[in-house]
């Protein structure tokens, strides 16, 4: 069974900073695309940045790039999330999902595409 675990959320203020964890304990992540999800509430879930299984490509949302820095770290098996300069529109329960892929395939941000899910973590940006 593949279970992911995010961790991380919280309440920030505008122009501050957090830093999400996605770990995985059941599986290793070195054979998973992972990618980041958020889904405010009244609207749909949307990619915010995904990762390729060997760590070397990475998607950004066009609300995100410059701000947000996806990373993986083989070691602990674990996704980072690190968010910067964050928004009120950036408040969402975000979520990170997995999805088994061969060496050669293309990376995908695309929520359809991932199979395996964690339960989400909250992001609130308030002052």
């Known amino acids: 069974q593949v279970r992911l675990v995010e961790s991380g959320g919280g309440l920030v203020q505008p122009g501050g900073s957090l830093r999400l964890s996605c770990a995985a304990s059941?599986?290793?992540?070195?054979?998973?695309?992972i990618g980041w999800f958020r889904q405010a509430s009244g609207k749909e879930r949307e990619g915010v940045s995904c990762i390729s299984r060997g760590g070397g490509t990475t998607h950004y949302a066009d609300s995100v790039k410059g701000r947000f820095t996806i990373s993986k770290d083989k070691s602990k098996n674990t996704v980072y999330l690190e968010m910067n300069s964050l928004k009120p529109e950036d408040t969402a329960v975000y979520y990170c999902a997995a999805r088994r892929v061969i060496l050669t395939s293309t990376l995908t941000c695309a929520s359809v595409d991932y199979p395996h899910w964690g339960q989400g973590t909250q992001v609130t940006v308030s002052s």
């Open positions: 059941t599986f290793t992540l070195n054979y998973h695309d």
